[in-house]
Nanobody, 120 residues
Framework: QVQLVESGGGLVQPGGSLRLSCVAS????????MGWYRQAPGKQRELVAQ??????NYADTVKGRFTISNDNDKNTVYLEMNSLEPEDTAVYYC???????????????WGQGTQVTVSS
């Protein structure tokens, strides 16, 4: 079992920046994929950014403004968000695909979410 805990959300003015963090704990042999999703009120959860196999992928709406990165030693994924807009307001969730041990199947984990509000 893997547990994910996000932090770093909050209230920021338009044009501002925030950095989200997500730490994984539990039985972890390797992390094969990491991602950030968000869900705004009344909308479906959507992919924001993901990284796997050395590649990163971003939603068109955040390209050039958000950056996903990770620290393998700390089992942590980050989301650097710049030039924030009111449309970025949402609950942000991290997700990881984790192999708990060699030859064990990969499991998916989700964080509890952290609120990001962009407003003046």
């Amino acid at each position: 079992q893997v547990q994910l805990v996000e932090s770093g959300g909050g209230l920021v003015q338009p044009g501002g920046s925030l950095r989200l963090s997500c730490v994984a704990s539990g039985t972890i042999f390797s992390i094969t994929a990491m991602g950030w999703y968000r869900q705004a009120p009344g909308k479906q959860r959507e992919l924001v950014a993901q990284m796997a196999n050395g590649r990163t992928n971003y939603a068109d709406t955040v390209k050039g403004r958000f950056t996903i990165s990770n620290d393998n030693d700390k089992n942590t994924v980050y989301l650097e968000m710049n030039s924030l807009e009111p449309e970025d307001t949402a609950v942000y969730y991290c997700s990881m695909e984790v192999r708990p041990a060699l030859f064990r199947p990969i499991i998916s984990g989700w964080g509890q979410g952290t609120q990001v509000t962009v407003s003046s």
